[in-house]
């Protein structure tokens, strides 16, 4: 990233400019992939539900028009299909990124917890089979996202809800990852 995205990042009144938060913060709002709110705050504390967290990682992989093309009836019962997050789940479900609780419900309400973001992301990154390998849920992609990186500075813990500093840290130490891509066994 130029220094000039850094310099341009309009400064939100909660987040402190020079923080790894607000590095984080300030990548991703240029990004348009995690944005402020229009009293100029970014609410760093707030949590982020299971339907925000599948739309982050979707704008994070620049399937933005996908997923607006994608909005209609989801594998989910308790998503309505012209939910606003419709599209955003469908693709991220079609991407393997999300598989809901098993039962036919995403929770799109529920809050995300920071193992569920951390799987999230490092399925986003291709990572899935080699976390099978290490645990599967969550120990592998824990495990994974440690040793990528990704976790770092991520000030999160399992079973707890995560915020949207936390979120934003995860989701800007992922751009640095390199994508895996399974080819063959």
Not at 9 to 29: N, Q, R
Not at 117 to 142: R, S
Not at 159 to 180: K, P, W
Request: hydrophobic residues 40%.
């Amino acid at each position: 990233f130029s220094m000039s995205i850094i310099n341009t990042f309009a400064a939100y009144s909660d987040v402190e400019a020079g923080t790894v938060v607000g590095e984080a913060v300030g990548i991703l709002s240029n990004l348009k992939i995690l944005e402020g709110f229009e009293d100029g705050t970014f609410k760093p504390e707030e949590t982020v539900t299971r339907a925000q967290m599948a739309a982050i990682i979707c704008r994070t992989l620049g399937y933005e028009s996908q997923a607006q093309s994608s909005k209609g009836t989801t594998a989910f019962t308790d998503v309505a299909a012209d939910s606003w997050a419709s599209g955003y789940i469908n693709v991220a479900q079609a991407q393997g990124i999300i598989n809901g609780y098993g039962n036919g419900m995403f929770g799109p309400n529920d809050k995300v917890t920071y193992e569920q973001a951390v799987k999230m992301i490092v399925a986003a990154l291709g990572y899935d089979i080699v976390a099978a390998g290490k645990g599967g849920y969550p120990t592998g992609y824990l495990a994974i996202a440690s040793s990528e990186g990704i976790t770092k500075n991520a000030n999160g813990r399992v079973g707890d809800a995560a915020s949207r500093a936390t979120v934003a840290v995860l989701v800007y130490n992922s751009l640095e990852v390199r994508i895996m891509d399974q080819n063959s066994w």
